[in-house]
């Protein structure tokens, strides 16, 4: 039986590869994922998958733009989803039942139009627990709107608006906590003097963290990322993350560092670590971020 099992899921695997290699553009993309995180009282685990389909045909071999780069450069719109299962251990906390995490968005982008427009809904629901014989269920629900433009070919700036609550079902009266946050972002793909290309990121934002009974809080962030494209497959992505402001929780300074590859045109991997170092004790976290993905 597994025998047999094993030669179905290989003829299914070669059916959807072929004709990937055969084609010459594609319109949508299928991932796999898992990320753990792990805080200094807190480890989360995470298995998902997420899909997207695309409004326009993008080449699978695009003559001088990196794979992981063609949406941007080709200004094609999209829409995607993904879910996800996660698992929550808090010290001092007895796991109850695992949580989930979802989301939708849409992109806006035409060949024709310098305009730029997203929009993004997502649900984190961490799971119930239980502390000192009270039950908790904390859920976050995270929205997020941008508009912007293309000032040059692969170069855009956009104006993005973020609002997240979490809220905590449990008799321990846990008040809700609202984000409020605006951004500015600018993105830019260079193509290098010798070979490859690298692509920029830099983020400015500024958040208001309010919850009853306590004063507004604000936070301000800056972020730049850069991506470096040796050859069209492969990349090597460094960023730095600075955070100051009310909230001591947040406030510190965040490493990413990560890398992506294409096995094929239509097959990549990507690995990614995000250390968050905190100015208060005791605040640090960790996270690691493992995708698969195929393009059909």
């Known amino acids: 039986m597994r025998e047999k099992l094993a030669v179905a899921l290989l003829a299914l695997v070669l059916e959807v590869v072929a004709p990937c290699r055969a084609q010459d553009t594609f319109r949508s993309e299928a991932g796999l994922s898992y990320s753990n995180f792990k805080g200094n009282d807190l480890t989360r685990i995470s298995a998902g998958v997420d899909g997207t389909y695309y409004f ?7 003559a001088d733009t990196p794979y992981d780069q063609v949406q941007f450069v080709e200004r ?8 996800a299962w996660t698992s929550t251990d808090i010290e001092g906390q007895e796991r109850l039942s695992n949580g989930y995490d979802y989301g939708a968005a849409v992109q806006f982008a035409r060949p024709d139009t310098v305009l730029r427009a997203a929009a993004s809904a997502e649900v984190l629901n961490q799971g119930k627990s239980r502390s000192n014989g009270v039950d908790i269920e904390t859920e976050t629900k995270a929205y997020q709107l941008s508009v912007g433009a293309y000032v040059a070919k692969a170069t855009s700036v956009d104006l993005n608006f973020s609002r997240s609550t979490t809220t905590a079902s449990s008799s321990a009266g ?13 993105q830019h793909l260079e193509p290098l003097a010798v070979s490859g290309h690298v ?3 830099a983020r400015a934002a500024q958040f208001t963290i309010r919850s009853e009974g306590s004063s507004d809080q604000k936070n301000r962030d800056l972020q730049v990322q850069a991506v470096y494209y040796p050859t069209k497959l492969f990349g090597l992505k460094a960023g730095l993350g600075i955070d100051r402001g009310d909230n001591d929780s947040l406030e510190g300074q965040t490493l990413l560092l990560g890398l992506k590859t294409f096995f094929t045109p239509a097959v990549s991997l990507s690995l990614d670590f995000q250390s968050f170092y905190a100015k208060a004790a005791g605040k640090d976290t960790d ?3 493992l ?3 195929m393009r059909f």
Do not use: C, E, Y
């Open 291 to 293: 995708r698969g993905a």
């Open 199 to 201: 692509f920029f990121t």
């Open 56 to 62: 326009d045909p993008l080449p699978l071999h695009p």
């Open 76 to 83: 094609v719109g999209s829409v995607s989803a993904n879910a």
């Open 287 to 289: 996270l690691v971020m």
């Open 174 to 186: 846990i008040p809700d906590i609202t984000v409020d946050g605006i951004a500015l972002v600018g």
